[in-house]
């Protein structure tokens, strides 16, 4: 536990200190990835990265025999810089990305479908704080991903279902991706199901696209932000939306429902981390018994790790339903 204490620490010393340029301008960003190169993937399959993380009561499942792809988006990790956009060839950083996010995130994905990890310019944590020039470094961001995205289309997926994946920053550009490439009647058959986490949903968005309404629901996406039960929580909160849906039950009525476990920095532990929630309004309020972050009120940093076990069960739900209904 404290090494996610000391994170955080780490992370608002190092905003504080953050030297950034009063304008955002493309050609001062640093230079954009190359997608056909593995460098440029913090996961790819059929090679060993921090997404092959898996419980020590499983066995590994070889990239051939799965069936499903996923494509996940990181959150931000960059907080401190002198230009508005990450560099992909900060190593460092790459080093934060792998070990955190892609390592405790991504790889509750992994039984089920071969995990890819776009490297991507992201904005720094500032741009979340300048109304003006934040916007230009986000967008920035996102076509990273949309690049990304369409290079794993054409030369990876195949025809392949598709979940997407992401959290924070992540899903600021993930939301804007399942819109271009899945918000229509035909192409949202591709997908099995958006785990878009960690950030403003709002159902108004999409045309077609629907927020998932129980385990098994496909084509369909799910969103939630993590509360402590009990925490007036400000109004027009940047991290929640019109779209709550519970990690337990995976529904999106108001009723407690108790996770199957979570986890923080030791996947292996004999008694996974018990953790109780329900929505109130279209905030997640949850009760947990995670050393630390229990006395947190906004439980953003975790959005993932307290429900760990109920998303990989509910990913394994969610594709099983999607070969049933499209045979």
């Given at each position: 536990?404290?090494?996610?204490?000391?994170?955080?620490?780490?992370?608002?010393?190092?905003?504080?200190?953050?030297?950034?340029?009063?304008?955002?301008?493309?050609?001062?960003?640093?230079?954009?990835?190359?997608?056909?190169?593995?460098?440029?993937?913090?996961?790819?399959?059929?090679?060993?990265?921090?997404?092959?993380?898996?419980?020590?009561?499983?066995?590994?499942?070889?990239?051939?025999?799965?069936?499903?792809?996923?494509?996940?988006?990181?959150?931000?990790?960059?907080?401190?810089?002198n230009?508005?956009?990450?560099?992909?060839?900060?190593?460092?950083?790459?080093?934060?990305?792998?070990?955190?996010?892609?390592?405790?995130?991504?790889?509750?994905f992994?039984?089920?479908?071969?995990?890819?990890?776009?490297?991507?310019?992201?904005?720094?944590?500032?741009?979340?704080?300048?109304?003006?020039?934040?916007?230009?470094?986000?967008?920035?961001?996102?076509?990273?991903?949309?690049?990304?995205?369409?290079?794993?289309?054409?030369?990876?997926?195949?025809?392949?279902?598709?979940i997407?994946?992401?959290?924070?920053?992540?899903?600021?550009?993930?939301?804007?991706?399942?819109?271009?490439?899945?918000?229509?009647?035909?192409?949202?058959?591709?997908?099995?199901?958006?785990?878009?986490?960690?950030?403003?949903?709002?159902s108004?968005?999409?045309?077609?696209?629907?927020?998932?309404h129980?385990?098994?629901?496909?084509h369909?996406?799910?969103?939630?932000?993590?509360?402590r039960?009990?925490?007036?929580?400000?109004?027009?909160?940047?991290?929640?939306?019109?779209?709550?849906?519970?990690?337990?039950?995976?529904?999106?009525?108001?009723?407690?429902?108790?996770?199957?476990?979570?986890?923080?920095?030791?996947?292996?532990?004999?008694?996974?981390?018990?953790?109780?929630?329900?929505?109130?309004?279209?905030?997640?309020?949850?009760?947990?018994?995670?050393?630390?972050?229990?006395?947190?009120n906004?439980?953003?940093?975790?959005?993932?790790?307290?429900?760990?076990?109920?998303?990989?069960?509910?990913?394994?739900?969610?594709?099983?339903?999607?070969?049933?209904?499209?045979?």
């Open positions: 536990m404290r090494k996610i204490t000391l994170l955080v620490l780490a992370y608002s010393f190092a905003a504080l200190f953050a030297q950034l340029p009063s304008t955002f301008r493309a050609e001062e960003q640093p230079l954009a990835p190359d997608y056909s190169l593995a460098e440029n993937w913090s996961a790819l399959p059929f090679r060993a990265d921090a997404a092959d993380y898996i419980p020590a009561s499983e066995s590994w499942i070889s990239d051939s025999l799965k069936k499903v792809d996923v494509f996940y988006v990181y959150p931000t990790l960059y907080m401190a810089g230009t508005w956009n990450a560099d992909v060839q900060n190593q460092k950083l790459n080093k934060r990305i792998d070990r955190y996010p892609v390592k405790y995130q991504a790889s509750v992994n039984h089920v479908g071969r995990v890819y990890a776009p490297r991507y310019r992201q904005a720094i944590i500032q741009a979340y704080r300048d109304s003006t020039e934040g916007p230009k470094a986000l967008n920035f961001a996102y076509e990273d991903v949309k690049r990304a995205f369409q290079y794993y289309l054409d030369h990876y997926n195949q025809g392949r279902p598709i997407i994946a992401s959290h924070s920053q992540g899903t600021n550009h993930a939301r804007r991706l399942i819109k271009e490439f899945f918000d229509d009647t035909l192409r949202k058959q591709q997908l099995v199901c958006a785990y878009i986490v960690g950030f403003a949903v709002d108004a968005r999409y045309q077609v696209l629907q927020p998932c129980q385990p098994t629901a496909i369909c996406y799910v969103a939630w932000s993590s509360f039960d009990g925490y007036e929580y400000p109004n027009n909160l940047p991290l929640v939306g019109t779209v709550c849906v519970n990690p337990i039950s995976w529904k999106l009525d108001t009723l407690m429902a108790e996770s199957r476990g979570g986890v923080m920095f030791h996947l292996n532990k004999k008694k996974p981390f018990r953790t109780k929630a329900y929505r109130k309004g279209n905030y997640l309020m949850v009760r947990t018994k995670m050393p630390v972050v229990q006395t947190w906004n439980l953003h940093l975790v959005d993932y790790n307290l429900f760990w076990y109920d998303i990989r069960a509910n990913a394994q739900q969610r594709v099983d339903a999607y070969f049933q209904q499209t045979k």
